[in-house]
């Protein structure tokens, strides 16, 4: 049995909800940045999927890029949690909120 | 040569000199003053030079915006050069008040003044859609800052209100504008020449309603009152004197000429509000408990009637209504600065608190008297003379509208007799004592004093004013009168 | 010639000028002397210029020069044109002859008043006023004219500013004056949209091709402002209350001159009025019942001005009686006789009240006979002629106007006859009343006190003011003589030319005859009031209290006239102006837009803000649902 | 071997020397520890000035395309370079007298080039490989920056919120392209056109891709409702990052967001169109009702100008050449106006020591009776916002009006006019406040660190504005020029 495409987005888009439910639901900055990664990472298997369906590797090259921003993304994001914990800020985002309205 | 460009361009220069170099109060003043003195002078030299069946002059034509088609084209018309007249005389009387005043940063003032007179000098030489529009919305913002900053003390309601509205309406005609202007065959262009008879019942409409509530016409006279009331005497002055009449000189000068078909067409609404506001307002005005309130809901009345004359599509109309403009704004700009200058001496303007100032106060019983009769059209008065032709043409036009619109007088000199004689006779107000100077001096005295002697001019040869304005007047109104089949 | 008449028409525009301008620095007298010299001149002008005007031939008497073009529209234009003719001339007579007396005269009464220039301004403006309306050869500057005298009016009525009472009047007697302007200009638009043109030669070029009914309404139109400006019904409850004004203002303009304006029109515009014979027997039943009316209400008046004030009403609806039978000299006639007695009359009545420290009701007189003989006797000649006794001026006059309804002999002649014997009755008997008890009778305890030592002051009054009286006097003795019937015929003559289709001249038959009537009726109200009011009796106290109560008390409200105004107009205008300014005009256009769309407005703002919380989860939420409502509008639309 | 892609260095210079000056500048100050502000001053307006230089020597040349055709160097790409390098200097300017250049003016310089460098790789970029790579380039910088006050917690909670809800953005972005991918085969925009012009397969993924690629755009737009990050992020940041994304970020969005619509998606309008007029509906009246009931001026333009990105969706909406010359001239404009806005603030800021407060309409009042200049400066840029003549806003929202009501979408300008209405009402708020007379002002300021530089930025932003407002003949004639490049595929 060969797996097909449908299978393949089926589950990246679970990964993709996922994701999206962790970064809903947990208030730690570090989940949060973690969920970001699930969900990227279901960007690159849909990625992937289609490029094996499509033909050519430019989806392939594609998810390539995705990851190494990816890890940027990440670095900058703990970069920032060190930051905040520097400044002695209370790591839970729901107490994040002096700018509003 | 000198083109009514200067006179725009002199008064705007002088008030952003004025907002950034900083000037001591004296200065600042008599900068302003000369500046405004130079704009009149300028106004002069142009009534002088002025040929009545001549068209546009003293005007200019050069491209502006040329990817859009908006030039910079500015000439003046018996119409315009009656405008421009007024808007000169009151605003340097506006400043001449502003500094006897001593207003608090009156750099700022005077600036935002000058800077009123030039976008009004804009809108009433305008011959470019682009050009009336930026002077048109211009206006307001420099109004709006002075009656938010030197208002009284409902300033901010007034502010929400006069947003609420005129903003509203201005940006509308933009949009027609802008149809107008983008749809003209062979690319953007909008000439007001060349727009003539393109625009639709929508944008007729959008055009219109802007105009209706600037000037403003019943039922969209909400934020009068409060605007009026609440400005500074100076700036009610000039908001009242000139800017309103924007709203009148742009029913006579661009919207009828523009859409003849559509004036034609809806002629009747117009006069139907005409009528139902020159009433409303006078009925309204002789209950008011003060001055100022008595003031405003008069010149809602006459906004009304002078729209109704330019509705009224012939010759009689239009120069009654350029006329009534020219004789309106003279009467309520001295009055508000009257009004205001008794509410800022006595520290009130309600009715209970005045009264019985003629007694040994003879200038001031004079002045007011003299303004009072005028507003309320005494026969003989240039007022009469411009109401007179409103009213003939209005009768002209149908029996029962000049018999409707007569009755106006009698409201009229209703509410002007009852503001006589609250100011002036009857039992002296509690506050009238604390009156210091006790009659009008110099300072104040010499800002009305070219008002009145203008009215006073005007009653004596009205004709010098109607042979200079009837052939520009009738010309505007003609094809939309064609139209109207009449 | 005009040139003339420019003079007197300019000179007292001239006094305004020099009055205002120099102001305090005139000492009181002087200002005073120099408007009433002004005045003399102005009266030796026009006086000249009628005499030019009289050694024209006769036919050649009508003068029309254009001054400068005035007010301009498209074909329509209005000149300061001239007009001086025969009935011109006579005006100008009256205005600036009587003018010049009352100016005399008021120097001495407002002698003591610190705003005595002002007084003399305004009036130097009445009677620039005045002739304006009177030389003007169009209509809108009669018009003009016409509105200018309301203002001096105003002006002068309330001129003590501080009497609330005055003011009232005054603003009465111009809001009423409005109402007449207002039907005076419909009538002009009626004409120009007719003929194309406002002025008189136009006008009267043009009558004949209006037809009847157009030519009513204008004429109903003009009558209109006819009837505000001369007090008549039914615009005519202003007169009264105008007596709040100085009496030498109630003399002026609200006797002699200004409130005969509308007999002038009417006289002025028969060229027009002729095609509108209805209007002209309304004109007639409007002074009819004019006459009666006010001659009744004059007779339980109890202030002596007013009581002059209705003799003056009644008087002038038998002008207007006069003009409405085409007898339009009887009118101008009785105008020019009236001026006299009536001015006497009010300049008497002001130096008695003058003597009685401002006092004005006849009840709080009496006996003053002995006290002020030379005001006494020229009074009495002033009551005799307003009582149309021959051969005082007022009967010859009023006779004249009577014996014209005799003479057309129609229905509405013979009511005009009927109706003007009764109201001579009427006239005997309240001028007598007044006579009786100002200067009969036993003195009121208010007047023994005061008069001997006023007299004792100043005499009689101050020769300025006397002066004027006397030479009052003589002329309402003697100007009847103008026109006695069968022997002189200067009145007709002269007026004749001013009506080119000529006039209603009863014959010298008729005119003994009614003279014969008007005196004898006019001789038994004086007997009546003799009767009830020369000696101490009770007779006018039963009237009063007994079966007349009501009638009484009818005439004492004047017949309702200023109640049935006030309910009306005035008092439904007021409560609507309010109810509009107050309840309608604030919540529907003012506050609506400032509470509705702004507090609404910001009240969306506050609550949409709300998920703007700051919790950034909060934040990703919005985001998420935001694809999902995106994605599925997308599938359903798209499909 | 492999075949690497052809690269004409020419066309991408201004990014190329926009990388190359930020590493030379993090090497220097290596070497040259103290002199951390002039260095960054030096050698960041170098760059900056070079790189304008080559993108104006290339402005008028014919597009080139480059990098695997993944990269078109036409004027349209030239403009934003130019404007957001222009912005890039001003901030430099305006940071003159900030104490965080003193201390590490080389990071914030360098990561303002590299901002720069990749928002020129987004406007340039035909494919959504090019576009991620330079929105990610220029995002990464961004978070950086906004977290760059340190002192404040604020900067580093916006910074965090900006970093969250960002990447989000992207992801949705890319799993969009993704599935556009999938269904056309290919992350060109002349690729995804021409499959979707043959009627392509799958028209269920299509509209999926087409929904999320939508999203990510809107999102970077900042339009509602995926426009939560705007007020916090703006009002977090320091004040000049703030006016460098109000101008540049949004400028760049907008491009990036014509080009995918009408180059790669013109045949799925029926789909994004009524999108994109709901979304400007809401987005202008949301917007500003939001504005309204802000007391603090930093946020109110900030809700100002999520209205603002409403109405330049009007332009993309009716497109066409009007619309979208009104949409550049608009935007380009706009940068500068909300530059100078932010520029103020930021002087005011420092005026009053930061510490003592933001800059509320509370504490602003009379405060522009200190600064006249910059006082009437703010009431320049807030009339822009508002529309006014004699501006350059008055230009911009006339012709997008006039574009509106000419291809008959009169209702979305009408709204435009509402918004403008309720916009007027918390403008004239901050202008009242600015000269309230019932406080006194202090008149004698103390010497504010840096107000040569603050006052120079906002005196060129002040120029712009005027400029277009008052001679627009030549601004309209660039963005006609530039907007002309957007409508290949059509």
New interface residues.
């Given amino acids: 049995m060969t797996v097909g495409l449908p299978l393949f987005l089926a589950i990246s888009a679970i990964l993709f909800s996922i994701g999206l439910v962790g970064v809903l639901l947990r208030r730690s900055p570090l989940t949060i940045l973690l969920s970001l990664e699930v969900m990227l990472n279901s960007v690159n298997l849909t990625l992937v999927a289609f490029s094996r369906e499509v033909g050519g590797s430019d989806g392939q090259i594609f998810a390539l890029i995705v990851m190494g921003i990816a890890a940027a993304e990440v670095v900058v994001g703990l970069g920032l949690v060190v930051a905040m914990t520097r400044r002695e800020m209370v790591l839970d985002t729901d107490e994040l909120r002096t700018l509003n309205g | 040569m000198i083109t009514v460009s200067w006179l725009i361009a002199v008064p705007a220069v002088a008030a952003v000199l004025l907002l950034l170099l900083p000037f001591g109060r004296q200065a600042a003043g008599y900068l302003a003053l000369l500046v405004s003195l130079a704009v009149a002078g300028g106004v002069i030299g142009f009534i002088y030079r002025f040929e009545p069946l001549g068209g546009d002059q003293f005007g200019d034509n050069i491209a502006w915006i040329e990817s859009l088609g908006v030039r910079w084209h500015v000439g003046v018309n018996g119409v315009s050069l009656a405008m421009i007249s007024i808007t000169a005389l009151i605003t340097a009387c506006a400043i001449g008040y502003g500094m006897w005043a001593g207003r608090d940063r009156s750099h700022a003032s005077f600036a935002l003044i000058l800077l009123t007179e030039a976008f009004l000098i804009m809108v009433f030489s305008a011959r470019d859609l682009v050009v009336f529009y930026v002077g048109f919305e211009g206006m307001l913002i420099p109004l709006l800052v002075l009656l938010a900053a030197w208002g009284g003390a409902g300033r901010k309601a007034a502010v929400v209100q006069v947003i609420a509205y005129t903003a509203l309406g201005t940006l509308l005609m933009l949009l027609a504008i802008a149809y107008l202007g983008f749809t003209a065959p062979g690319g953007p262009n909008f000439s007001m020449a060349d727009a003539v008879g393109r625009g639709n019942d929508w944008v007729f409409a959008a055009f219109a309603l802007a105009l209706v509530i600037k000037s403003p016409l019943f039922p969209f006279h909400g934020w009068v009152l409060p605007a009026y009331r609440e400005s500074s005497p100076e700036v009610a002055a000039v908001l009242s004197g000139v800017a309103s009449k924007a709203g009148g000189f742009a029913f006579l000068a661009v919207l009828v000429p523009l859409f003849p078909a559509q004036a034609a067409t809806y002629a009747w609404v117009f006069i139907a509000l005409g009528t139902i506001g020159f009433l409303y307002g006078a009925f309204l005005a002789f209950r008011q408990s003060d001055g100022r309130s008595v003031i405003a809901y008069s010149s809602i009345a006459q906004m009304s009637f002078i729209i109704l004359g330019v509705f009224l599509l012939d010759s009689r109309g239009a120069t009654g209504a350029t006329f009534q403009m020219v004789n309106h704004a003279l009467v309520s700009a001295a009055l508000f600065l009257l009004a205001g200058w008794l509410e800022t001496q006595a520290g009130s303007g309600s009715f209970k608190h005045l009264g019985g100032l003629a007694r040994s106060r003879p200038v001031l019983a004079t002045v007011a008297l003299i303004l009072g009769m005028a507003a309320l059209a005494v026969p003989g008065s240039s007022v009469f003379a411009s109401e007179f032709l409103i009213m003939l043409g209005a009768f002209e036009h149908s029996w029962w509208l000049g018999s409707i619109v007569a009755i106006g007088i009698v409201f009229a000199a209703m509410y002007m007799l009852r503001w006589i004689s609250a100011v002036l006779h009857e039992r002296e107000g509690d506050l009238v004592g604390s009156l210091n100077p006790p009659d009008l001096r110099r300072g104040a005295l010499l800002c009305l004093l070219p008002l009145v002697l203008c009215l006073i001019g005007l009653s004596i040869a009205p004709a010098q004013f109607t042979d200079r304005v009837d052939a520009a007047a009738t010309a505007l109104v003609s094809s939309a009168a064609k139209e109207a089949g009449r | 010639m005009t040139q003339l008449v420019w003079i007197t028409l300019a000179l007292p525009l001239i006094g305004v000028v020099l009055l205002?301008i120099l102001?305090?620095k005139l000492p009181a007298k002087g200002a005073g002397w120099l408007a009433s010299l002004i005045m003399l001149a102005a009266f030796l002008c026009a006086a000249v210029a009628t005499i030019m005007l009289a050694s024209r031939p006769e036919g050649d008497r009508q003068v029309v020069e254009v001054a400068?073009?005035?007010?301009?529209?498209?074909?329509?234009?209005v000149g300061l044109d001239l007009w001086f003719d025969e009935l011109t001339a006579v005006m100008l007579l009256v205005i600036t002859g009587i003018g010049f007396l009352i100016h005399v005269y008021s120097i001495g009464y407002m002698k003591d008043d610190p705003q005595s220039r002002?007084f003399m301004a305004y009036l130097n403006l009445f009677v620039f006023s005045m002739l304006?309306l009177v030389v003007s050869a169009n209509l809108?500057l009669l018009?003009?004219?016409?509105?200018?005298v309301?203002?001096s009016s105003?002006?002068l009525i309330?001129f003590w500013?501080?009497k609330?009472k005055a003011?009232k009047a005054a603003?009465k007697a111009?809001?009423m004056n409005?109402?007449g302007?207002?039907g005076l200009?419909?009538g002009?638009?009626?004409l120009?949209?007719d003929l194309g043109t406002v002025t008189y030669s136009g006008i009267f070029a043009g009558a004949s091709e209006l037809s009847e009914t157009q030519a009513s309404i204008a004429c109903l139109l003009l009558l209109v402002g006819a009837v505000a400006k001369s007090a008549q019904l039914p615009l005519h409850t202003w007169l009264p209350d105008a007596m709040e004004g100085p009496t030498p203002i109630s003399a002026l303009i609200h006797a002699a001159t200004m409130v005969t304006a509308g007999v002038y029109l009417i006289a002025r515009m028969n060229p027009l009025f002729v095609h509108a014979p209805l209007v002209l027997d309304l004109i007639v039943i409007i002074g009819v019942v004019g006459l009666l009316m006010s001659g009744l209400i004059a007779i339980v008046q109890t202030d002596i001005k007013r009581i002059i004030a209705f003799s003056t009403m009644s008087q002038i609806a038998y002008m207007f009686v006069g003009v409405g039978l085409m007898a339009y000299w009887t009118g101008i006639f009785h105008l020019f006789t009236h001026a006299f007695f009536k001015a006497l009359l009010f300049l008497g009545a002001g130096l008695v009240i003058h003597a009685l420290h401002g006092e004005q009701d006849i009840r709080n007189m009496g006996g003053l006979r002995k006290q002020l003989p030379k005001v006494y006797f020229c009074m009495m000649i002033g009551a005799l002629a307003l009582s149309g006794i021959f051969p005082f001026s007022g009967g010859f006059s009023k006779d004249a106007i009577l014996a014209s309804g005799l003479h057309v002999d129609s229905p509405i002649g013979w009511i005009a006859y009927i109706g003007g014997l009764l109201g001579a009755l009427l006239t005997g008997i309240y001028t007598f009343r007044l006579m009786f008890m100002v200067f009969h009778r036993r003195p009121s305890p208010y007047a023994e006190k005061v008069i001997p030592a006023s007299v004792a002051h100043h005499g009689e009054g101050p020769s300025s003011m006397l002066w004027p009286v006397y030479i009052l006097a003589v002329g309402a003795a003697v100007t009847g003589f103008l026109q006695i019937p069968g022997v002189t015929h200067l009145a007709f003559s002269w007026l004749d030319p001013i009506a080119p289709d000529g006039m209603v001249e009863a014959t010298v038959g008729q005119d003994w005859l009614t003279t014969l009537f008007g005196t004898l009726i006019g001789l038994i109200g004086i007997a009546i009031a003799y009767h009830l009011y020369a000696r101490e009796s009770d007779a006018p106290e039963r009237i009063r209290l007994g079966r007349g109560r009501l009638f009484q008390h009818a005439l004492e409200r004047r017949l309702y006239w200023d109640d049935l105004y006030s309910w009306a107009f005035e008092r439904p205008?007021?409560w609507?102006?309010?109810f509009?300014?107050?309840d309608i005009?604030r919540t529907?256009?003012?506050w609506?837009?400032?509470d509705g769309?702004?507090q609404l407005?910001?009240f969306?703002?506050?609550s949409?803000?709300v998920?703007?919380?700051?919790?950034?989860?909060?934040?990703?939420?919005?985001?998420?649902?935001?694809?999902g409502?995106?994605?599925l509008?997308?599938?359903v639309?798209?499909? | 071997m492999i075949q690497g892609p052809s690269v004409d260095w020419f066309a991408i210079a201004p990014e190329v020397a926009l990388i190359v000056g930020a590493f030379v500048l993090l090497l220097a100050a290596a070497f040259a520890r103290g002199h951390e502000r002039a260095l960054s001053l030096i050698l960041g307006l170098g760059t900056l000035i070079v790189s304008v230089g080559f993108s104006v020597a290339a402005w008028g040349d014919a597009p080139v395309v480059t990098m695997a055709d993944a990269f078109r160097v036409d004027d349209l790409t030239e403009l934003v370079r130019i404007t957001v390098a222009a912005l890039a200097a001003l901030v430099l300017l305006l940071s003159v007298g900030w104490n965080r250049l003193r201390e590490q003016g080389s990071e914030f310089t360098a990561l303002l080039l590299l901002t720069c460098a990749g928002m020129g790789v987004v406007a340039g970029s035909t494919s959504f490989v090019t576009l991620f790579v330079g929105l990610e380039l220029f995002s990464l910088s961004l978070y950086v920056l906004v977290a760059f006050d340190g002192k404040s917690r604020a900067s580093l909670e916006a910074s965090f919120k900006y970093l969250v809800l960002g990447t989000l953005g992207s992801i949705v972005l890319v799993y969009g392209a993704a599935f556009l991918y999938g269904a056309t085969g290919s992350f060109m925009y002349d690729g995804i056109a021409a499959s979707l012009a043959e009627g392509g397969s799958g028209e269920a993924v299509v509209t999926l891709g087409t929904a999320l690629v939508l999203v990510g755009l809107l999102f970077k737009v900042g339009v509602m409702p995926f426009h939560m990050w705007v007020p916090d992020v703006y009002e977090g940041a320091p004040t000049q990052i703030t006016g460098f994304m109000a101008g540049a970020t949004k400028l760049v969005a907008f491009v990036a967001l014509a080009r995918i619509l009408l180059d790669a998606l013109p045949a799925v309008e029926h789909l994004w169109s009524p999108v994109l007029i709901i979304v400007a509906i809401v987005t202008i009246i949301g917007g500003n009702i939001a504005a309204l009931v802000q007391t603090n001026v930093k946020r109110m333009i900030a809700w100002s100008s999520v209205g603002a990105a409403g109405y330049a969706l009007i332009g993309i909406i009716v497109h066409g050449d009007l619309g979208l010359r009104g949409l550049v001239f608009y935007l380009a404009t706009y940068a500068f106006t909300a530059f100078g806005a932010f520029a103020v603030i930021a002087l005011f800021e420092r005026d009053q020591s930061r510490a003592k407060g933001y800059a509320t309409l509370d504490g602003m009042r009379a405060w522009g009776f200190s600064r006249p200049f910059a006082g009437m400066a703010m009431v320049v840029f807030l009339l822009a916002f508002a529309g006014f003549p004699p501006t350059a806003g008055f230009i911009g929202k006339f012709v997008i009006s006039g574009a509106a009501v000419t291809n008959d979408y009169v209702y979305l300008a009408v709204v435009g006019v509402i918004g403008s209405v309720i916009g007027l009402a918390y403008y004239l708020r901050v202008i009242v406040a600015l000269y309230d007379r019932s406080r006194k002002s202090d008149v004698g300021l103390p010497a504010t660190p840096g107000l040569g530089g603050a006052s120079l930025a906002i005196l060129l932003c002040l120029a712009v504005v005027l400029l277009g407002g008052i001679l627009p003949s030549l601004g309209l004639d660039w963005a006609g020029q530039a907007a002309s490049f957007l409508t290949v595929a059509k």
């Fill in positions: 205002s102001g305090m400068w073009v005035w007010l301009t529209a498209g074909d329509f234009s002002r304006v809108v018009l003009v004219g016409w509105g200018l309301g203002l105003y002006l309330g500013h501080n609330p003011i603003k111009f809001i409005a109402i302007d207002v200009a419909l002009i638009f009626l120009f949209v205008a007021m609507a102006s309010a509009l300014s107050r005009d529907a256009f003012r609506a837009p400032l769309l702004g407005t910001a969306f703002g506050r949409f803000t998920i703007e919380n700051g919790i950034v989860r909060m934040y990703a939420l919005v985001l998420a649902l935001g694809i409502a995106l994605i509008f997308l599938l639309r798209g499909g």
